[in-house]
């Protein structure tokens, strides 16, 4: 298992702001308005939602991504009309408290860009009583997290395709 450390140091020297954030972002400091659990389940969703180990906020919100960001793209409200006919059963009894869900849910929408999905997540966070900075911190957590995912997983082919040369 890597350290945050060992994962910021992974890094390559082009990725320097985003060593520098994922030393920031995952902190109390760095993450205003959040808590240290908060930070850090925010933090694997946004792991899980950039291709790695998945998890129930990750998964769930992969399929409503697509789904809703379909509706919302296609313009039609005729669709938005028929039943979604989707499972989503880990909405209703998420394990953990709502908010705590909800805030997963806006990182992997954000990181998914479904605007209507981060519309609703934000909606839900804001009535849960969470201040806008709290939901800032999320997203510029997911936007770190996610970023130096794929710039890893970039490395990662790179360092495939130099063995096989």
Known sequence: MNTLESIR????GYARDLQLNLGSVLTPAGAPGLSERQIW???LAAASASR????AAAAVMAMNNVYYRFLHLVGDEEYAKLPARLRMNVIGNPGIGKADFELLALAVSAINGCGSCVASHERQLRQHGLER???QSAVRIAATVHAAARVLESLGGERQAKAAA
């Open 9 to 12: 140091e992974a890094l390559p």
């Open 41 to 43: 389940a925010v933090a």
């Open 133 to 135: 900075e709290a939901v």
């Open 52 to 55: 790695n180990p998945a998890h």
